[in-house]
């Protein structure tokens, strides 16, 4: 199955510092949502932006959506030590309404 | 947010048997289950979808017969690694989802499957 690109692939930063991570996709979406792993765990959801939707918001969390570059962008600020993670982009393809196409994440260290 | 348990986070296994790993919603019935394995430092690999009552759905190159999917029932879904060889050692990841619409996914905690 196809999956989304995201940028960088690993990203070093200090605390207090804003983090954005991006990813493209190729195909029409129904919505896109972002996900935070760590090691060795599940995931956690943390923003779904629907196609109809350019930004969003969730506490120190803000997600935009460009669908007409296929692109969304994911911005931490004043990150933590405790925010890093992997950060992976799924989307949900118009017409498909199940399946979850994954990016291939975003590694972020967050340096005390 | 819901709650997905998925059992046990950790299991290692001689070459041969079977591991059945178990992912329950806990506080909603899902409809659709996914099952997902994860390399190291890489993404989520969709194995299969289940839908509770039906027969998997595989994904291309993942082989039914060596991973058993049984959704039972709308909070239990269950993943059964057959006659397991050391290259199926992975992270096996499962989600469920409340309905058949676009909501977000649900993880369990993950599987860290060792055969030795």
């Known amino acids: 199955s196809q999956q989304g690109e995201e940028d960088p692939q690993a990203l070093s930063i200090q605390e207090g510092e804003n983090a954005t991570m991006n990813c493209s996709y190729k195909?029409?979406?129904?919505?896109l949502q972002w996900y935070r792993q760590n090691s060795g765990r599940g995931l956690v959801h943390l923003i779904l932006i629907r196609s109809n939707e350019r930004e969003k918001h969730s506490g120190r969390l803000r997600v935009t959506l460009d669908t007409s570059k296929k692109s969304s962008s994911l911005l931490i600020t004043a990150s933590r030590a405790a925010d890093t993670a992997s950060y992976f982009c799924a989307t949900v393809n118009a017409g498909n309404n199940r399946k979850l196409i994954w990016g291939l994440g975003t590694s972020l260290a967050v340096n005390p | 947010g819901a709650v997905v348990s998925q059992h046990p986070s950790r299991v290692i296994c001689k070459s041969g048997t079977s591991v059945k790993i178990e992912c329950r919603s806990l506080?909603?019935?899902?409809?659709?289950m996914f099952w997902y394995r994860q390399f190291p430092k890489q993404s989520l690999m969709l194995m299969a979808t289940s839908n509770e009552g039906s027969k998997a759905t595989y994904e291309q190159g993942v082989e039914k017969d060596k991973f058993l999917i049984n959704h039972a029932s709308l909070t239990l879904s269950t993943l059964t690694v057959t006659s397991a060889h050391p290259e199926d050692s992975s992270f096996y990841i499962c989600?469920?989802?409340?309905?058949?619409?676009?909501?977000?996914?649900?993880f369990g905690q993950g599987t860290r499957l060792t055969v030795v």
């Open positions: 989600s469920a989802r409340e309905g058949g619409g676009t909501l977000s996914a649900f």
């Open positions: 506080d909603f019935q899902a409809t659709t």
């Open positions: 195909t029409s979406i129904n919505n």
